[in-house]
């Protein structure tokens, strides 16, 4: 009798187990790791083959066919990647303004974030919709890496783009490839 009830326990916890994952109340993230960097693949998106481009990492909502962002590494400062934003963009971009600049800390590093609006490059009568775009940019093992979503339109930004940059920055793990 007593093992026979054990038994009965056991397989209530897993089903009672299978049910709570399977209902999304509980979510196992999926993670990416490669030879430079690791991070939590945020929900319900997906990492995308780069490499016929310069970038580390891309990634695209589930059921898109549109990389919205993307990793990539430079030698410059993370500060001189947002002053070239800042100096560059409102030539480009006629309705060009920054929304938040703020410090944010990347893998125990000081960063940058900036979230950013503009319209298209041709909008010369300022009529077309406005698109928000970001960059967090940190610095580790004197390399700079930067994070970057592409112009969405504000909804899209609020409710799958900024989610996963928030995820990115507090997951991504650099690699010291030197040691």
């Known amino acids: 009798m007593f093992i026979s009830l054990s038994n009965e326990i056991v397989l209530i916890i897993l ?20 030879s430079i960097l690791s991070f939590n693949i945020p929900e319900n998106w997906t990492v995308v083959d780069v490499t016929s481009t310069d970038s580390l990492v891309g990634l695209k909502p589930l059921g898109t066919n549109t990389t919205l962002i993307d990793i990539t590494s430079t030698d410059v400062s993370p500060q001189s990647v947002v002053d070239n934003y800042l100096n560059n963009y409102p030539q480009e971009y006629p309705r060009f303004q920054v929304i938040t600049q703020e410090s944010v800390t990347v893998d125990g590093e000081n960063g940058i974030k900036l979230v950013y609006k503009n319209t298209g490059r041709d909008d010369v009568l300022f009529t077309g919709p406005e698109y928000i775009s970001s960059l967090i940019t940190f610095s580790k093992y004197n390399q700079t890496y930067i994070i970057r979503s592409d112009e969405v339109l504000i909804d899209e930004y609020q409710s799958r783009v900024e989610p996963a940059m928030n995820t990115l920055a507090r997951s991504i793990k650099i690699k010291d490839n030197y040691q």
Request: hydrophobic residues 40%; negative net charge; charged residues 15%.
């Open 15 to 34: 089903v009672s187990s299978f049910v709570v994952l399977s209902s999304g109340c509980m979510s196992l993230e999926d993670t990416f790791e490669n």
